[in-house]
């Protein structure tokens, strides 16, 4: 079973730099289209667009729907500014840790970071990624003024959509990652000691999967998508040129590796439709949770290396059943064609 995430960075690093309708968002834009979509809508769905000079603009695209005299340099700005907060966050988490570490051996970390009882570990492989959430938020603050975009077209989060799709996305990976693997495992199962240093592990890797899997969405979704969409028209090369680096950051065998590599572009394709993170959010961090969640029983099984066929079946398939219904729902919900991203104007966001 493939977890995508990634080998934790040593030394902190930078963040990572189709049908007709999907090309057709290098066409020109209607100069003043505020609709959302072409269909009837739920209320709940409809983006407001207060303001006479609003534009509607696709997610890989939203910062063009900031009302700015230059853009050029912008994106340049942000994954400058990202890059610099991510390294002082990544210095302050790494210090007290590695203090801790010569203070108490037994807490030491490997050089993988990836010991499922090791609660240093845990802090250290997923906190310094879950930080990725926070340096991409305040890059694209400093480059166009509202951070909101990196969350979707409305500049917020919705939770509401990411809760009716956790109705059947959650319960698929609990099947699939929990239920099935423990079958499939039984025999390699050990119950670790009940330590005070294991549960804190445990515990750690329950809390901060969910944000390690979110921090690699901003950091190789939104990140990348909308600093060319702000030169660029085309969302297909802001969703393939992250690919590359979004695999290098993972160890698998070839095999593994092309399960990365599709499951980078449809999350990139799911955000481009959505018209934000929520989705990608949320199948990444069913996922990688499910697994963390039974790691410490199974010695070496979130370690990352050679990837079998089963393996790669079943993590391959519900990825792509879950994708492709939740965009079928998703174009039907909000009143769009089945090629038709979701758009919004956050130039009805207070500033």
Not at 275 to 297: K, Q, R, S, V, Y
């Amino acid at each position: 079973m493939n977890e995508h995430a990634l080998l934790p960075p040593s030394p902190p690093s930078s963040p990572p730099a189709a049908a007709s309708e999907l090309c057709s968002t290098a066409g020109p834009l209607p100069a003043m289209d505020t609709r959302v979509s072409h269909g009837t809508a739920p209320a709940s769905l409809q983006i407001s667009q207060r303001g006479s000079g609003a534009i509607s603009q696709p997610y890989h695209r939203a910062a063009r729907a900031i009302p700015h005299r230059r853009y050029w340099w912008r994106p340049l700005v942000t994954i400058v500014v990202a890059f610099a907060v991510y390294v002082v966050m990544n210095l302050q988490l790494l210090t007290p840790l590695v203090i801790a570490s010569v203070i108490w051996p037994n807490l030491a970390p490997s050089t993988t970071l990836m010991d499922p009882l090791n609660p240093v570990e845990q802090l250290m492989g997923l906190g310094m990624l879950a930080l990725l959430i926070p340096a991409v938020l305040v890059g694209t603050l400093a480059g166009y003024g509202r951070a909101g975009i990196a969350l979707s077209v409305t500049g917020r989060f919705r939770w509401g959509l990411l809760g009716r799709a956790a109705l059947v996305v959650v319960p698929v990976y609990v099947l699939l990652n929990l239920v099935l693997n423990l079958i499939l495992e039984r025999e390699a199962i050990v119950m670790p000691p009940l330590e005070a240093g294991v549960i804190i592990a445990w515990l750690l890797a329950l809390l901060l999967s969910p944000l390690q899997s979110a921090g690699e969405e901003f950091a190789f979704r939104a990140l990348p998508m909308q600093l060319l969409g702000t030169w660029l028209r085309w969302p297909l090369i802001g969703i393939l040129v992250p690919v590359p680096l979004f695999m290098l950051g993972h160890g698998y065998n070839w095999l593994g590796q092309i399960d990365i590599a599709v499951f980078a572009i449809v999350m990139g394709l799911l955000a481009w439709k959505t018209g934000g993170l929520e989705i990608p959010i949320l199948l990444h961090a069913a996922n990688n949770w499910t697994l963390f969640a039974i790691a410490p029983l199974i010695p070496g099984f979130t370690e990352q290396g050679e990837v079998q066929l089963l393996g790669f079946v079943l993590a391959m398939v519900p990825m792509l059943l879950l994708s492709a219904g939740i965009w079928w729902w998703y174009s039907r919900r909000a009143g769009l064609g089945l090629w038709e991203p979701q758009r919004g104007s956050v130039q009805t966001l207070a500033a």
